[in-house]
């Protein structure tokens, strides 16, 4: 008995005795034309084998007469066409008419010679490098002049730059025979040539970026970006998609970059970071007006059966949430590819839509030219051991005689090579855009800081006008208390709290022309009450943004509250980043652990783009943490992991525990111009204590603070080093026991580890005979495992010990009477058991 509901039905699976009863008069054109606009997608002739996606059984279309077959010549031949579900009855129309049309003419000659391009680099690798993955573009080579028409049909719109996501399927291929590499560099990469240049970093070939110019057929010329991407199927579209927005920021509109993502059958259907990426299509500060999407679709995934990859007739279900055409096409009617290739790109310019094509053909060989699929895809393969190549079938197809010129394209890339045996140098094949040239990577070095202290006058002058609205503005009763609080902090009336000092952070770079963008959920407000840089008129819900009224000349405030995404977001924050360097670009988690359903996005891109691509990011990552009995999800940004990431100063990891030591890190992140993500673990219970409020002094202060130092303790005997809530919490118990001899030392920055500061603080107290980190966590999470060796190295043969919570599966415990009763036994513990 089978438990999986069939709803893949083909003709021979319906009963002959049901009768529909909407059965279509066939002398109806109208109605019979409307049966076959919403239905002839099923009976579509699309596998090129044969094998899957038989017709369905659908009575409203067992039609006779001419209309009928009129509109079965439309729509149920190698195209098959799903817009009926669209709501705009213009966009229905606009798209029927185009179906409902003779084909517009294909330079035939072109189509081919592209298709034996893309034939016969595949076979010369196959033959040149058997056995060596390259995860072979054959079976849908449809798609590089599928490519071909997108680029020229944009280049030909005045388009500057068309940006391409795709996974390993096909990547080498499109590298040379559409972004334009030589064949030569891609050899060298199979040669392997100068591996000690990138000992311990680099990445595979099917995975790096490229770019590359574009020119049409008339002489128009357009960019090229293929954006560098990891094994982990469709998290690229998010990074993708974020670089498109700022792209189009940058250069002035949606039509100035037109995104094209390619996607594997198999991940379209099953990878879930693809479906929050569509879901950004229209949502505010996300939507990049549309792209062309394209399934290169297999009816494989790896060794699984189509109908093990989705529930669905079709991997592009999935897409039907939006009001967005599909259109599914054989990959074997190259003229039809390209028809439709044409017909998508005018939808997107026009309708500034995302719009699919699922382009349907099948995979020659294993899933990385290692693997023997006879094994599992037996009859599949029988059928495709002797089927023809495309180029052939399309070179009898237009009856024309190829053979010269295979031999020349295969002489040629024979000679390529032969060539890449020479090459001495590994080719870099993607070249950094101008905006890129006054930042820097690489390690740390201290010419890099920057002052980030701003005077005293300069923060009443924000601080009025954040504390500003205008007069026919109804604001909340608890808002305009607020912000005569905020006004008192910039005029050194009261203490700043952690909101103030952000927006003051924020609202100095604005005036330096440093652009802000800030999204995550409920960021506009701040999950924890924290922020409110949008007022809200509780008349007509009209929103003001004081940041974006500082002053006439000022870069732009920009913050938005995401839907509810880590993966889809946070990769779309990244990307931006990565076209944006001179803007300050964050991301809030509403909790901190609550990354972890981006950990994709910060394992393959944030942390490791550098070492990988030599890509940059000044990311910032706000990750609320701290332990205060609010249960296992939302007390621990989990440290220890970013820790664990951390190497060749690849990114920062900081815990600034006082409002002014968050102004000054914000600040130093958009100054300094070395470049690198930036990982803050920021408080909840501590955002408005007075213990981490800072006096509008410290706002002059000329640096961030990777030690914070403990001044009231002069000659201590025992040296307490933490991060974060704690280290208040320990002060405020060393107040109340009147200890003196205890020294609270925050360490503000983790990575990269402040040495030489942390050392002159320990050296200051030479007298102290004990040296003791201090940690909420438990004793196999947190920053434990990473500050303590690198103590000792420092410690000047001192004993280094720890107060930790106990090891644990989960971060914190359930019950707020149990965490504190944890905590004052930890407290109590760290300074020495005395009470």
Not at 140 to 153: C, G, K, Q, W
Not at 460 to 489: C, G, N, V, W
Not at 550 to 556: N, P, S, T, Y
């Amino acid at each position: 008995m089978s438990f999986r509901p069939n709803y893949n039905l083909d003709m021979a699976s319906t009963t002959q005795e049901y009768r529909s009863p909407f059965l279509v008069d066939p002398q109806d054109r109208e109605r019979v034309f409307d049966a076959f606009r919403r239905w002839g997608y099923l009976r579509a002739q699309l596998d090129p084998l044969g094998q899957y996606l038989a017709p369905v059984a659908v009575p409203e279309l067992d039609l006779e007469g001419d209309y009928a077959a009129e509109a079965r010549r439309y729509y149920c031949g190698t195209i098959g066409a799903e817009f009926m579900h669209i709501p705009d009855a213009a966009r229905r129309d606009w798209i029927q008419q185009r179906l409902e049309s003779d084909a517009p003419r294909i330079d035939q000659k072109h189509t081919l010679e592209l298709l034996t391009k893309a034939d016969l680099f595949e076979q010369v690798i196959q033959s040149r490098y058997l056995g060596t993955k390259r995860f072979s573009l054959e079976g849908v080579t449809a798609l590089i002049p599928f490519l071909d028409e997108i680029l020229n049909d944009a280049a030909e719109r005045g388009t500057q730059q068309v940006v391409i996501a795709m996974s390993h399927r096909g990547r080498l291929n499109v590298m040379v025979n559409t972004i334009g590499k030589s064949a030569a560099d891609m050899f060298a990469k199979f040669e392997d040539v100068d591996p000690r240049s990138i000992l311990g970093s680099g990445d595979v070939k099917y995975h790096q970026g490229a770019t590359g110019t574009f020119t049409s057929r008339s002489g128009k010329s357009i960019n090229l970006h293929l954006v560098s991407n990891p094994s982990h199927l469709e998290a690229v579209d998010p990074v993708a998609t974020g670089r498109v927005r700022a792209k189009q920021e940058r250069f002035g509109g949606v039509d100035t970059i037109l995104p094209v993502m390619i996607h594997g059958d198999a991940a379209f259907a099953g990878q879930g970071i693809w479906a929050e990426t569509l879901n950004l299509a229209s949502v505010d500060g996300f939507s990049v007006g549309g792209g062309v999407h394209v399934i290169v679709n297999n009816l494989i995934g790896f060794t699984t059966e189509p109908s093990e990859t989705n529930s669905s007739r079709f991997s592009s279900d999935i897409a039907k949430r939006l009001p967005i055409p599909i259109f599914h096409v054989n990959a074997e009617d190259p003229d039809a590819v390209l028809r439709i290739a044409r017909l998508a790109t005018d939808y997107r310019y026009t309708f500034h839509t995302d719009v699919i094509v699922d382009l349907i053909g099948y995979r020659r060989h294993g899933h990385s030219e290692v693997d023997d699929p006879t094994i599992t895809q037996p009859i599949r393969y029988a059928r495709i051991k002797d089927h023809p190549t495309l180029h052939e079938i399309y070179a009898r197809q237009i009856g024309v005689d190829n053979t010269q010129r295979e031999q020349a394209i295969s002489a040629e890339i024979s000679e390529a090579q032969k060539q890449a045996k020479k090459i001495q140098k590994r080719p870099r094949l993607a070249q950094l855009p101008g905006y890129w040239d006054a930042y820097t990577g690489g390690s740390y070095k201290p010419e890099y800081e920057v002052e980030t202290g701003i005077s005293r006058d300069e923060v009443a002058q924000i601080s009025d006008k954040l504390a500003t609205y205008p007069t026919d503005f109804h604001i909340h009763p608890k808002i305009k208390k607020l912000l005569e609080q905020r006004a008192e902090m910039g005029h050194g009336k009261r203490a700043f709290d952690y909101g103030m000092a952000e927006a003051v952070a924020f609202g100095s770079l604005l005036l330096q022309n440093t652009p802000v963008r800030l999204s995550g959920q409920d960021c506009k407000r701040g999950t924890f009450n924290q922020r409110h840089s949008v007022l809200i008129d509780i008349e007509n819900e009209q929103e003001y943004i004081p940041l974006n009224h500082l002053a006439a000349e000022q870069a732009k405030y920009q913050v938005y509250n995401s839907i509810l995404s880590e993966a889809g977001v946070l990769g779309f924050e990244y990307g931006y980043s990565r076209d944006y360097p001179e803007a300050l670009v964050l991301w809030e988690a509403q909790f901190g652990d609550f990354a972890n359903g981006g950990q994709i996005i910060i394992d393959q891109f944030i942390s490791s783009g550098e070492d990988k691509w030599g890509l940059l990011s000044g990311l910032v990552l706000l990750l609320p943490h701290g332990y205060e009995g609010q249960g296992p999800e939302h007390s621990s940004a989990r440290m220890e992991r970013y820790l664990q990431l951390a190497a060749r100063d690849n990114m920062q990891v900081c815990q600034p525990s006082t409002a002014a030591q968050y102004f000054h890190l914000l600040r130093r992140q958009a100054l300094r111009h070395w470049r690198k993500p930036l990982v803050v673990f920021t408080p909840k219970s501590m955002l408005r204590h007075p213990d981490a409020n800072s006096s509008i002094e410290e706002f002059s202060r000329p640096h961030f603070a990777n030690v914070l130092p403990d001044n009231e303790v002069q000659d201590a005997k025992r040296l307490l080093i933490c991060t974060g809530k704690i280290g208040h919490e320990l002060r405020v118990e060393r107040k109340k026991r009147k200890d003196e001899s205890t020294a609270v030392i925050f360490l503000e920055q983790l990575y990269p580890w402040p040495e030489s500061e942390l050392n002159a603080e320990l050296q200051r107290h030479g007298n102290a005979q004990e040296i003791v980190w201090v940690q909420e966590e438990p004793a196999n999470m947190g920053a434990l495992w990473y500050v303590l060796p690198r103590l000792k190295r420092i410690a000047a043969g001192r004993p280094v010990l720890s107060v930790k919570r106990s090891a644990a599966a989960s971060p914190a415990t359930g019950s707020a009477k149990a965490h504190e009763m944890e905590q004052k036994t930890l407290i109590d513990l760290a300074l020495g058991g005395t009470k």
